[in-house]
Every structure is written in structure tokens, then in C-alpha cells.
């Protein structure tokens, strides 16, 4: 019989967190694959374990995983442990749990805190719907880019952020989303210099530049997706500057029957906005 690769989620601060199940799992499985394996000993000195301790990362050689894999056929029992929180949310095991499954090799999670959930539960921002943009890419014009493809996203998004780059992160995020978007920061979540600032966005990016202990430890931002609003505004912008474009292209007619045609604004917005545009050259001229 093939032994069982556990997931198991540890603190993500507070080692009080750990759970019951996750201590058990951990004293007794054969083997613990961690992230890193010096961080891992400080949580395992508090628990009773007599097994392997091995370094497991996704871009670990191809031997390291193998032999895993090899152990859990073999029947032996191996725990997956990240730094803190829950595997695989930002953190190594994807390629692990993958091989493990095509290899019919039973997954049991042993689940507990990650900071994502943690982060949202606390919030005060809608949690019915999300979606968990993990880390924003690290240099200026791609996460631009990024945070630009998701001005239109209606849930509510979860971003992790290291502290060097909250202050951009969130500048950038102020210019591409407006500065009425609901904001909330969660730093060092269960230690001892927890923080928490909800508001908006403009007020989000004051708050961190007020000061430097701000910008420091670990950070989750929660942050209010597109209202209905925001998008019809959004929507009209862009219906107005195609009009723009095309009015000297064409006839009148023309131009607001594509306009309406290629971004279903309606046809009165369009064209009210069109004898606008007309009356302001007109007194130009
Ligand atoms: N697997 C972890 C989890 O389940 O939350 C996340 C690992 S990821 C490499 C580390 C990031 O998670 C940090 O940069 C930070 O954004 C977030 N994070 C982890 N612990 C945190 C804490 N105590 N408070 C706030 N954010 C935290």
C-alpha cells in the first residue's frame, strides 16, 4: 500500500496556532519534506519528532523528488510543511502534490492558518467572492500591467506584498483603481506588532508613508473590487475617446453608430456627449 502525503498548514506568527492534528501528523509521519529545513526545526523543537527532516522546494532536482515519491510508494508516510501558513499558497508543494496524485498516492490536508484567510476574515471588505492575486510582479512597468488587467475584476482581491514594495504596490494601485476603492492592510497577523488599517485608498497609501514601521514585516493587502459604477464610468471613458477618434475620421452618424456597436454604451450618452465635443470646438474656433 502507498503511504500518504499530508499537507499540513503551521503558524503563520504564532506558534500557539498549530493545531492538535497538525502536531500528531507531524510527530509520527516517517518523513517531513519542508520548505526550509533550519526554519522547520524551530517549530518541530516544540514537538515531539523522531523522523526525517528533508528540504523539499518546487525547483528542488528531480532526484529529491523522485525519491520522495519512491518513499510514499514504498509505504512510508511524508508531511509537507512551508515557513509558515498553509502550502502551496505562495509556497512550494504544487509539483509535489501533482506527481503524488498521478501516482495514486492519497493527499490528506491537515489545514490551519494562512494569511490569506486570516487577512479576510478580519477585513471588513466582501469575502463572498475573491480572488487571491498572490505576489504582484516585482518590477514597476509589469505590475502596472498586472494591476491594470484586473481594474474591471468586480470581487474583491487579496494581494501579498513584501515590505520594500508596499509603498509603490500601493501608489500604483491608487492610480490605475482611483482613490475611492476600499483598502485593507494586515501586518504581522498573530505577532506581537500586529496592524491593521482599513479606509481608502488614497488614505491606505498615507497611512503606510506616515511611517517607516509601516513598511516593515509581513503584509497582506485586501482590496474592493470594480463597483458597478466605477465600470459604467470606466466604460464611458473609453465609448467617449473612440468618438473622439473617430468624429474626424467620418460622418457623425457613422462614428456613434460604431462607437455604440463596439462598446454597448447607449446610443443617448454617446451622442450627447458628441454635440458636447461639437459645441466646445465650435466655440473654439
Ligand atoms: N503559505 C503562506 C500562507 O498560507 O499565508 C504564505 C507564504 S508567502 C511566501 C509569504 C507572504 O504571506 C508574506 O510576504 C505576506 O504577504 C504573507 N504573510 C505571511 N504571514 C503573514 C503574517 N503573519 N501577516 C501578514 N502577512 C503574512
Redesign the pocket.
Known amino acids: 500500500m502507498p503511504g500518504i502525503l499530508y499537507v499540513v498548514?503551521t503558524p503563520?506568527?504564532n506558534l500557539g496556532d498549530i493545531s492538535d492534528r497538525a502536531r500528531e501528523v507531524l510527530s509520527v509521519v516517517d518523513i517531513i519534506a519542508a520548505e526550509n529545513t533550519r526554519h522547520a526545526r524551530k517549530l518541530l523543537s516544540k514537538i515531539d519528532f523522531s523522523g526525517k527532516l528533508l528540504a523539499y522546494h518546487d525547483f528542488s532536482d528531480k532526484r529529491q523528488q523522485r525519491m520522495l515519491l519512491d518513499e510514499l510508494l514504498g509505504g512510508k508516510t511524508v508531511a509537507l510543511i512551508?515557513?509558515?501558513?498553509?502550502?502551496?499558497?505562495?509556497?512550494p508543494g504544487f509539483k509535489l502534490v501533482r506527481l503524488a496524485r498521478d501516482q495514486g498516492i492519497s493527499v490528506l490536508p491537515i489545514p490551519g492558518?494562512?494569511?490569506?484567510?486570516?487577512?479576510l476574515s478580519v477585513s471588513g471588505i466582501a469575502t463572498d467572492r475573491f480572488v487571491f492575486e498572490?505576489?504582484l510582479p516585482s518590477r514597476d512597468n509589469a505590475r502596472r500591467q498586472r494591476l491594470d488587467m484586473l481594474k474591471e475584476e468586480t470581487r474583491t482581491l487579496v494581494?501579498?506584498?513584501?515590505?520594500h514594495r508596499i509603498v509603490a504596490s500601493v501608489a500604483t494601485m491608487l492610480e490605475c483603481f482611483g482613490a475611492e476603492r476600499s483598502l485593507f492592510i494586515?501586518?504581522?497577523?498573530?505577532?506581537k506588532f500586529?496592524e491593521h488599517f482599513l479606509g481608502t485608498l488614497e488614505e491606505g497609501l498615507r497611512w503606510l508613508q506616515q511611517s517607516s514601521l509601516r513598511q516593515r514585516?509581513?503584509?497582506?493587502i485586501v482590496l474592493s473590487g470594480a463597483s458597478e459604477s466605477e465600470r459604467q464610468r470606466r466604460a464611458h471613458e473609453a465609448a467617449f475617446s473612440l468618438l473622439e477618434r473617430l468624429q474626424d475620421e467620418m460622418p457623425l452618424s457613422k462614428a456613434i453608430g460604431l462607437v455604440v456597436d463596439i462598446t454597448g454604451v447607449r446610443k443617448n450618452s454617446i451622442y450627447n456627449r458628441a454635440q458636447l465635443l461639437n459645441s466646445t470646438r465650435q466655440s473654439d474656433e
Open positions: 498548514a503563520i506568527g512551508s515557513d509558515a501558513g498553509t502550502p502551496l499558497i505562495s509556497d492558518p494562512s494569511a490569506l484567510t486570516a487577512s498572490g505576489f494581494f501579498y506584498e513584501a515590505p494586515a501586518r504581522e497577523l498573530t505577532k500586529e514585516g509581513e503584509i497582506v
